[in-house]
Each structure stands twice: as structure tokens, then as C-alpha cells.
């Protein structure tokens, strides 16, 4: 029992995370029906932009300047200025590759989109090399242990910070005005562009809000798994797509949800000692649940307009 | 262009293509120009699924894998085995398309992008599946001494002559047969159902049974590649059929254009050569390669030989 409970939180940290990555596949996908393939690019770029920041802050506080700086307020520079460079990463990305093809075939974002995932992973590569770089330990290696589980502080953080983005991106979508803009635009966007709103720019704020999720998730998976290197974005990009998918895509509970149980199902998978079998064990539950449900989870399936 | 001309030129093209090997002596730009070859083949397989048919796969190396796997497990001394490469080359043309069809028969009723997302799950599935399958296909390490083929006594061996013949072969039988293909009634069907699927099937056209038959007959055709690679390299492993080689066969459809038939082949020539015509940017090719892949795309949305508007895949 002892152990299960273990792989829950495990899993379910390991979750939240994909759902914070899932969440910017899920909006970008909601508003403008494609899949953004370069997204975990961004999580990668959000784990190097926290560990240079890391770097730069160790680097003025052995010079004595910021020595005082207490780590849990590190942890928190690191995090806003990877969520920042994300932002703006997401923000050129819409730019560059998406805006100018927005009446293009559907395809070809999809293959500006893998151009700039290898651009973007070779430019990590070229500027820092090709190793696994350790991530800085910005916080304490403490842990409390509930009913025969161990839970470390970064676990608890993680649940922490995440529930918190995920809480605040859906105040900002349910009860903000560019927030009501995005989900008219994700209703129909030329009705929405007819009532006055500023499609191009609400677009471009949905990839800027996906990025900065990622940017935090990059981080904070950085401080859980120790190391982080260029490659990583490839397959947990894989993945939180899956759960934007198993949630039902478009959907913004669903990704949440769809991280959640992704995170679960392949810790228990994994602590039943089937680890190299756990990625089969995720994809085949997708694949159940889609034949089952084609819509996702929580998806509604949309009558088709004739 | 009146026709015979069109022949004589499709003629000369073809000769022309026969004699590089005598024309190129150099091994490593004839390695390039066979592996062109390959992907030229399993850019019109995806062709068929993706730019006919209007299904977006993106788990297409899965059918690679399954075609090179049946060569070298039936022709290597891991069980043994050792059939004639001659008949394996349609076996694994048939496994790969008995595949396509097992798969293709649950998931085809999903829309979309749900199929694109069954078929990267179906992809990964089967890489990892491979991996850790240790007895039957040697794990990660994979499936060794793979035999190479010999045609009127002369064997293949490591020479790269005998393989671009062979798959350039394959290569010129498959677009004669898309273009035969492209106007035939299957053929127009598969667009109809590509444009407007309910259109479609109010016309009577059995819209399953033929998106069945696009995935089977494009992951047959790939398994048939398959069976070529694992013949040339001699050694097959699952870290070469990853999502990112079924994102690059993707890349070259749609570069060259969804739907026709010059414009895989094209797209396939670019995306292989090009990164060898950037060697000399040593470590700055694949960041290169990803900006070139971007401008190029900006630069032509439909595809370098792509009709303007109609395509919505």
C-alpha cells in the first residue's frame, strides 16, 4: 500500500507537469486547430533559461552581491525568468512560423513547426553543448514522509506552483475579458473578428500563455529529474500531447486532467516493474481510450456542419 | 507536350538514372543518391495515406519498420533463417500491408487529428516494442548480418551499385504506378473522400473500404522499402524507425506538394540531399536544416510543386 501510495504522488507530480505542457498543445489547438509541434521545444528552452538564470545568480552571489538571497526566492527568480523567456520564445515562434500561414493548407504550419523544433534544438546545442548539464539544486533536498510516502520539497512545490498556474489560467479564461476574447475566438473566429475583437493579437497571446506554462514546467521538471539536456523536449513533448489528446484537445480541463492521469497510469505502470514498458503502457491507454471515446475524455464530439 | 515526346523523355530520364553509377564514381554521393531513392519510394507511400486519402499519419516508419524487421528476421542468422531476399521482398511488402490494415480497420472511424495521434501511438508502441522484445529481435542492439541479396550469381554484398539499381527500381515502378493510379476510379475516390467525405459517400463510394485500401497499400509499399534498407545496410534497429523519421518522410510530402506525384519525389531528393550539401557548415547543418525547412514552407505554403487552394488534408 505503502508503495502504491508512493507512484500515486509520484505520478500525479509527474502529471502535473504534462499538464502544464499539455495545456499550451490544448489552447493553441482550441483556438486555431493546430498542433504545435514545436511546443516542446519551449519546455526545453524554459528548462535552460531557469538554469542560466540559476547560473548567473550563483555567479553575483559568490561575488557577494546577492549572497543573502535565500534559495527559495532563487527557485522563484529561475521560475519567472524562464516563464519570461518562454514568453517571448512563444511570441516569435507565433510570429515567424504561424502568423504567415494562417490561410495556408493545414499542413504547412505543421512543417514550419518541426523546422523550428530543430532549429531550436540545435541552437541549445550549438550554445551549450550536447551533454546532460546538471540543474542547479535551488531548493532544499528535505522531505516529509505522509502515511509511509515520501514527498520531497520540489514534489510539493510542484504541486504547489502548478495547481496555482493551472487555477490562474482558468480565471484569467473564464473571467477576464481577453480571456472571454480567446474562448469566442476558439467558438468561431471570423464571428469573433466581426464583433470587434483583435483576432491576430488574441492568437498571439494564447502561444505567449501556452509558452510561459511550458517555461515553468521546464524548470520545474529540471529540479525534480536532476539533469536536463537539448533533446529532452522531443518525448515529453510526446507526451503532454497525449494527455492534451487523452483529455479531449481543445479542451482545458481536459488537458489538466489528461496530465493527471498520464502521470499516474505510467508511474504505476513503472513501479509494477514494467519500467521500459511504461511508455507502451501510456500510448496504449490512448489508444483504448480514443476507440472507446474518440473524442478524448472530457471532449465533446462536434456534429459536422454540412 | 504531346505524348511520345513525354515517353522519350521519360526515357532518356530513366537511362539517365541507370547509368550514375558508372557516371558518379564516388561511393559516399552514391550512398546519398540510393538512400534518396528509399525515401522517394516511402515519400509516395505516405503520399498515398496522407495527400490522396487526406488521413494525417504520423507513424508511418512503424510500416518501414515492420517491412525491415520481416526481412531481417526471416534472412539473418538471429533464428537462423535464411529465405530467399527475393521472396522476402514482397513478404514484407505484405506484412507491412497486413499491418496498415489491421491498424487501419479500428481507428479509421476517428477524424483528423484523433488518427494522426493513434498512428504516433501505434508508431511509438511498435519502436519500443522492438526494443524490448530481447530474444525475439536482439533489443536495442538489433538484428545483425542481416544476408545481403545476389541476382544472377553476383552478390549484392556491401557494394552500393547493385542497392541504387534496386531501389531506384522500386523507386520508378511506384510513380508509374501513382500516375496510373492518380485518375483511376480508386484514385478518385480517394479525393472525393479527401475534399468532402460525406459528399463522398453520398455518391455511393464505400468511404471505409477505401481508406482502408490507401493504408494498406501505402504501408505495404513501405514495408517493400523497408526490406531494401535493412538488404543494403545489412543490420537493422529500432533507433532508425523513431517519430522523427516519420515526421521527415511527412516533411517531404508536403514540401513538394500533397497529392501529386512529382512533388513527393522532389520533396524527398531536397530533404535527403540537403543535408549533405550542407556538410561544410559541419556543426551549424541541422540548425540550418530546420530554418531552410521554415523559409521554404513561408516561401511556397503549398508545397514546391503544389496546386494553389483544394488541399485542406
Same mark, same amino acid.
Given at each position: 500500500m505503502d508503495f502504491a501510495l508512493q507512484q500515486l504522488i509520484n505520478g500525479l507530480t509527474q502529471g502535473m507537469v504534462y499538464a502544464l505542457i499539455a495545456l499550451g498543445y490544448t489552447m493553441v489547438y482550441g483556438i486555431?486547430? %493546430?498542433?504545435?509541434?514545436?511546443h516542446g521545444e519551449v519546455f526545453m528552452v524554459g528548462a535552460f533559461a531557469g538554469l542560466l538564470a540559476a547560473g548567473v545568480m550563483a555567479a553575483s552571489g559568490a561575488a557577494g552581491a /546577492?549572497?543573502? %538571497?535565500?534559495g527559495i526566492l532563487r527557485f522563484g527568480a529561475a521560475l519567472l525568468a524562464a516563464m519570461a523567456a518562454c514568453g517571448v520564445l512563444g511570441l516569435a515562434l507565433e510570429r515567424v512560423a504561424y502568423r504567415p500561414l494562417r490561410? /495556408?493548407?493545414?499542413l504547412a504550419p505543421l512543417i514550419t513547426a518541426i523546422g523550428a523544433s530543430y532549429f531550436l534544438q540545435n541552437a541549445v546545442m550549438l550554445a551549450l553543448g550536447s551533454e546532460q548539464h546538471p540543474y542547479p539544486p %535551488?531548493?532544499?533536498d528535505t522531505a516529509y514522509v505522509i502515511g509511509g510516502a515520501r514527498i520531497s520539497l520540489i514534489q510539493v512545490l510542484i504541486v504547489v506552483i502548478a495547481s496555482g498556474l493551472m487555477a490562474g489560467l482558468t480565471f484569467f479564461i473564464g473571467c477576464t475579458r481577453p480571456g472571454r476574447a480567446m474562448r469566442a475566438c476558439a467558438q468561431d473566429r471570423e464571428a469573433a473578428w466581426l464583433m470587434g475583437v483583435n483576432v491576430d493579437r488574441i492568437i498571439a497571446m494564447t502561444f505567449v500563455a501556452g509558452s510561459v506554462l511550458a517555461g515553468a514546467g521546464g524548470v520545474l521538471y529540471g529540479l525534480r529529474y536532476g539533469t536536463v539536456d537539448f533533446?529532452?523536449?522531443y518525448i515529453v513533448g510526446i507526451k503532454a500531447f497525449t494527455a492534451a489528446v487523452l483529455g479531449g484537445i481543445g479542451n482545458v480541463p481536459g488537458a489538466m486532467l489528461g496530465g493527471l492521469l498520464l502521470g499516474v497510469i505510467e508511474a504505476l505502470g513503472a513501479g509494477w516493474g514494467a519500467s521500459e514498458w511504461k511508455d507502451v503502457i501510456a500510448f496504449g491507454v490512448l489508444v483504448a481510450v480514443l476507440l472507446v471515446r474518440p473524442a478524448g475524455l472530457l471532449g465533446r464530439r462536434e456534429a459536422e456542419k454540412v | 507536350m504531346n505524348l511520345p515526346r513525354r515517353g522519350t523523355l521519360a526515357a532518356a530520364a530513366v537511362l539517365l538514372l541507370a547509368a550514375i553509377p558508372w557516371l558518379v564514381p564516388n561511393e559516399a554521393i552514391l550512398d546519398v543518391l540510393t538512400v534518396a531513392g528509399l525515401y522517394v519510394t516511402l515519400a509516395l507511400s505516405l503520399n498515398i495515406i496522407v495527400?490522396?486519402?487526406g488521413l494525417l499519419n504520423l507513424g508511418h516508419a512503424a510500416f518501414y519498420a515492420v517491412g525491415a524487421y520481416t526481412y531481417a528476421l526471416l534472412a539473418?542468422?538471429?533464428?537462423?533463417i535464411h529465405l530467399s531476399p527475393w521472396l522476402l521482398f514482397p513478404l514484407s511488402g505484405l506484412t507491412a500491408g497486413v499491418a496498415g490494415f489491421c491498424l487501419g480497420l479500428?481507428?479509421?472511424?476517428?477524424?483528423g487529428d484523433y488518427l494522426a495521434i493513434v498512428t504516433l501511438g501505434f508508431g511509438e508502441i511498435l519502436r519500443i516494442t522492438l526494443n524490448n522484445l530481447g530474444k525475439l529481435?536482439?533489443?536495442?542492439?538489433g538484428v545483425a548480418n542481416v544476408d545481403h541479396p545476389s541476382l544472377f550469381g553476383r552478390d549484392f554484398s556491401v557494394d552500393v551499385a547493385p542497392y541504387f539499381w534496386l531501389v531506384w527500381t522500386l523507386a520508378v515502378i511506384v510513380i508509374i504506378a501513382m500516375r496510373r493510379l492518380e485518375d483511376s476510379r480508386i484514385g478518385r475516390a480517394w479525393k472525393a473522400i479527401r475534399e468532402d467525405e460525406l459528399a463522398a459517400a453520398a455518391q455511393g463510394i464505400p468511404v471505409t473500404l477505401l481508406k482502408l485500401q490507401a493504408f494498406a497499400l501505402g504501408a505495404g509499399i513501405a514495408g517493400v522499402c523497408g526490406a531494401c534498407y535493412a538488404a543494403k545496410q545489412g543490420h537493422v534497429a529500432?533507433?532508425?524507425?523513431?517519430f522523427m523519421e516519420s515526421v521527415t518522410m511527412l516533411a517531404m510530402v508536403v514540401l513538394g506538394g500533397?497529392?501529386?506525384?512529382a512533388g513527393p519525389v522532389l520533396g524527398a531528393v531536397t530533404l535527403s540531399v540537403l543535408p549533405y550539401l550542407l556538410?561544410?557548415?559541419?556543426?551549424?547543418r541541422m540548425l540550418v536544416f530546420g530554418a531552410a525547412l521554415v523559409a521554404m514552407m513561408l516561401w511556397r505554403p503549398q508545397g514546391l510543386l503544389g496546386r494553389r487552394g483544394g488541399l485542406a488534408a
Open positions: 486555431i486547430e %493546430l498542433i504545435n509541434f514545436a /546577492a549572497a543573502g %538571497l535565500p490561410r /495556408a493548407p493545414r %535551488l531548493v532544499a533533446f529532452m523536449g | 495527400g490522396y486519402a539473418s542468422p538471429q533464428h537462423g479500428p481507428v479509421l472511424r476517428l477524424g529481435t536482439n533489443g536495442p542492439n529500432p533507433e532508425s524507425f523513431t500533397l497529392g501529386t506525384v556538410l561544410g557548415f559541419e556543426t551549424w
